[in-house]
């Protein structure tokens, strides 16, 4: 029988305590850890490699959808949502097949989003995984929904001519919501790919982007991002410590919160870093 490793987050200990006395009922679930916030989910995430995320989407500082855009693509367990959100965003979620439960929560619904995440665990291809680029997809819909007009964040055109800016100076831009955001890359600390999104990590936001990797690296200076995990890239001067891992991989602390995990296959962009 199939067990799936489970983190279950929600910012209410009574809502918690519930959910975790919900899914003890269900034998293919292992409850390996209980957090009440975004941050300590990110940390779990990273620390224990779970199978599948129950994770609450209205949450004081990182929201659920934050924790998502937060995890690598190559990390992210299944997800499935615990919220009471609006029903745009439940439209959204079914069109991206995204799985939710609504609260207050009950034990067929419960039953049937681990019946779903056990047969999409069972898929052993690369759609199996990459269960961020589902979400990612999801939330940008929802960002959608919130457009009215938009707002310039900087006073430079955003039709940059590639002759004429040196690519170190090239600002890369993003719409997000009602805002254009012109980025500096020398504030930007990492990337990482969902599928036709990237998130863009820069000065203690996330901004998702509608493009593929590829088309971003051509963007960024090649000497400052380097790319460390088939789905993400990091700006190498905020790397503030190497962290020896499993099986010849590696973690990346990237300032105070982010930890990247560098694959074997991208070891010797870091040995390169240390030694240079």
Known sequence: MTILKTIIVDDEPLALKLLAAKLKKVPNV???????????????????????????????G?????????????????IVFATAYEQYALEAFDAYAVDYVLKPIDDERIQRAVDRALERF?????EQSENKREVIGAIAHIDQKHDKTVTWMADESTHQDP?????????????????IHLL???????IDA???????????????????????????????????HRSTIVNLDFIDKVIPHTKGEFFLMMGEYDKIKVSRNYKDVVKTFLTN
């Open 62 to 78: 990182l929201s659920g959808l934050d924790v998502v855009k937060q995890l690598q693509n190559d990390t992210m367990p299944l």
């Open 163 to 179: 002759q004429s800016v040196d690519i170190k100076n090239r600002k890369i831009v993003i719409k997000d919501r009602d805002e």
């Open 194 to 228: 969902a599928g036709d999104y990237v998130c863009v990590h820069a000065l203690g936001e996330t901004h998702v982007k509608r493009c593929t990797l590829k088309e971003m690296l051509v963007e960024l200076d090649e000497t400052q991002f380097k790319r460390v």
């Open 122 to 126: 069972a898929i052993k291809s690369d």
């Open 30 to 60: 292992e409850v390996i850890a209980q957090c009440s916030n975004g941050r300590e989910a990110i940390n779990a995430v990273i620390e224990l490699a779970p199978d599948l995320l129950f994770l609450d989407i209205q949450m004081p």
């Open 184 to 190: 500096k890359q020398q504030d930007i600390q990492w």
